[in-house]
């Protein structure tokens, strides 16, 4: 072999190995970035449903149920591929506290705060509170209400947080009925909705809280 043919296979390997690198650039820097958004933007809108399901299985379960009646929905926070990670927060929400005909009483409302954090989208947290759904601060559905009478979900138990990249089950159990009439005096706790709160609740003679339980199973 000639050294003129050994150069030119040494500058055409070179030439190979230049191209190479230039499309793994390309698809780093272009092609990869918009295949996780693509991703995210799924997982955004799996996330959305997932929420919704659980708003929809609660309130089913009390319009047409009956007490110890159980329903749950699969969330999945994070992934160990696409997103930093997410996390599921469940714990005792705004505090209530009114009179009513045969004395006074006190409540938690039922909270459940869903967040995942992307690596090309803004950071998403849908919370679930007494029924309502609210999304980046803003209200996204409201709770159950008609002719200054209210349906709250309520919850009294340990606060759980999981921080997952697997998929996380949500149980939630259906446990009682408390209906109250002639409410006055109502007060709204301090919470990061408590401005919702106390402007729906304002008006309201009647309440019904509906008890539940809550509970998490992360996959193995």
């Known amino acids: ?3 003129d043919q050994a150069v030119s296979e040494i500058l055409s390997f070179i030439l190979i190995l230049g191209i190479t690198a230039l499309g793994i650039t390309v698809f780093t820097a272009a092609v990869l970035p918009e295949m996780e958004k693509s991703e995210e933007i799924s997982h955004e809108n799996q996330l959305t449903e997932s929420v919704l399901s659980v708003k929809t299985g609660i309130d089913k379960l009390w319009i047409l149920g009956d007490c110890g009646m159980q329903g749950g929905a699969i969330f ?3 992934s160990e591929i696409l997103m930093e990670g997410g996390t599921i927060l469940i714990k005792e929400g705004t505090k209530l506290s009114f009179d009513y005909d045969d004395g006074e009483k006190t409540a938690s409302l039922l909270f459940i705060s869903v967040t995942s954090a992307y690596r090309t989208l ?3 947290e849908y919370i ?3 029924g309502a759904v609210f999304e980046e601060g803003t209200v996204f559905l409201l709770h159950s209400e008609k002719d200054k009478s209210a349906a709250l979900i309520c919850f009294t138990g340990e606060e759980v947080m999981l921080s997952a990249n697997c998929p ?3 149980y939630y159990t259906y446990n009682s009925l408390e209906h109250f009439t002639n409410v006055t005096n109502l007060t709204v706790s301090s919470s990061e909705n408590q401005a919702y709160w106390k402007k729906r609740l304002v008006n ?4 019904t809280l ?3 339980e809550v509970r998490t199973v992360a996959a193995a």
């Open 204 to 207: 309201i003679e009647n309440i």
């Open 76 to 78: 999945f926070p994070g």
């Open 1 to 3: 072999m000639s050294s």
């Open 168 to 170: 996380v089950t949500i």
């Open 128 to 130: 679930l509170e007494g």
């Open 122 to 124: 803004q950071q998403s």
């Open 210 to 212: 509906l008890n539940y």
